[in-house]
C-alpha cells in the first residue's frame, strides 16, 4: 500500500482493531443478517507522517443519518465571528466551502458576515473545509482540490479531529471506517508544501474531543513582498508542532502504546457493565454515533450488557448499532426506563446530553463516559471524576 498523502510505500501498521462493521451503516434492528465486517487498521507513514486507514474499503454506503448537535452548530457561528473579528480584510472575500456531513457548514455565517460566494471556477479568497477531509480516501488529491481553488494569498481553512487528543486521550473509537485520514499539524505541513501552502495559524478546539483549525495561505513567496503582518506564521504553529513531537506522534511505538490502552480500557468497561447487572443496576446508553460500534465491540458490550441506547436523529430509531446489535431508540425510552446509569457514547458533547436530561430535574441517574478510561461526569454532588475503574477494581 502507498501513503494517501505523499505516496511513497514507507507505511507501517501501527494500530490493529480487528474486523469491525462499517461506522455510519444502522441496519434495523429486526434485520436477521449478520452485518459484514472489515479490518480496521490505522498505518503510519515514515515519510510524511500521515496516520490513515489500511487499504480495505468497506462496500456498504455511510448514511449520514445524525443530528448535528447544539454544540456544533454553535461552534459553526462562533468560529466564522472569531475568524472576522482577526481578519477583517475578509470582509466582502469570495468563498468556497468543501461541504462535510460533521461539523456544519459555514457559509451561512460567512454569507452573514458579508462574504460572497465564489462563482464556478473562480478563485476564491478563502476556502473552507470543517471535518471534510479525512472522508477522503485520496487525501493527495483532495489537499490538491482545495489548494487549486485558492487566489494568490488566498486562505485554506482546515478543521479537522486532531490527531493528538486521539492518541494522548485514547480516543480509539475515532479510529473507524470511512475516515481515512488522522490528520497533525505535522503531516498538513509536509503534504502542503509541495502545493505552495504554508501553515500561518494552528488554533486546537474542543469540538469532537479535540480538533485542530488549521490556516494555510497560498503562494510560497509570490505576493509577500506587501509584507502585510498576517504573512508571518504565528506562535500557536511551533507549539502544536511541540506538542506533536512531544507526543511520538511520528514514532510507530506510540501507537501500539496507545492499543495496548485501548484493549485494557476496553475490558474495563466490559467490567464495569457487567458488575452492574450482577448488583442489579441497570445502564442504558445514549447517543448512537459512528464511533459507538468500535468502542461496543472492542469491549465486547452487546444488549445483555447495555438494553438499548437513544439517540435524537429520528432516522436511526428502530435500527441497531452495528456489530453490537444494541438497539437504538427515541430519548423519550431513555426518560420512561430511569436507568441507574446513562452511558454515554456521544462522550465529546457529554456536557450537552447532561444538561439536557437533567433540565426537567431527571431521575437521579449516574452519568459515565466510556473514555480514555469509564468515569463518571456531570452531576456536581457525585465529586470530581471518581475513577470506575479503581471502584470496579477493589469493590
Ligand atoms: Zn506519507
Known sequence: ???????RDTVELVVDLGEQTAADYFPPATDPTEDPRWPLELWLCRACTLAQ?????????????????????????SSVRALLAR?????GATVA???SHHGGSWLPSLRAAGCRDAGEGEPADLVVDVHGLAHEPDLAASLALRAQRLAPGGRLLLEFHHLLPLVEQCQFDTIRHGHWAYLSLGAIQELAAPLELRVTEAVQVPLFGGSLLVTLRSGST???TAGSADETVGPSVAAVLRAERDAGLADPHRYRILQDTARRTATVLRDYLAGQRDRGRT???YGAPSKAPVLLDVSRVGPELLAFTVDAAPGKHGRRIPGAGVPIRPIEELRAARPDVVLILTWDIA???VAQLEAGGGWGAEYVVPLPEPHQVGRPATGARPSIAVEERHG
Open 1 to 7: 500500500m502507498n501513503c494517501r498523502g505523499c505516496g
Open 283 to 285: 445502564v442504558l446508553g
Open 97 to 99: 466551502e468543501f461541504a
Open 53 to 77: 486507514l489500511g487499504p480495505v474499503r468497506p462496500l456498504l454506503p455511510e448514511m449520514p443519518l445524525a443530528v448535528e448537535s447544539a454544540t456544533s452548530i454553535a461552534h459553526a457561528g
Open 87 to 91: 481578519h477583517p480584510e475578509l470582509d
Open 351 to 353: 456536557d450537552e446530553i
Open 222 to 224: 509570490a505576493g509577500s
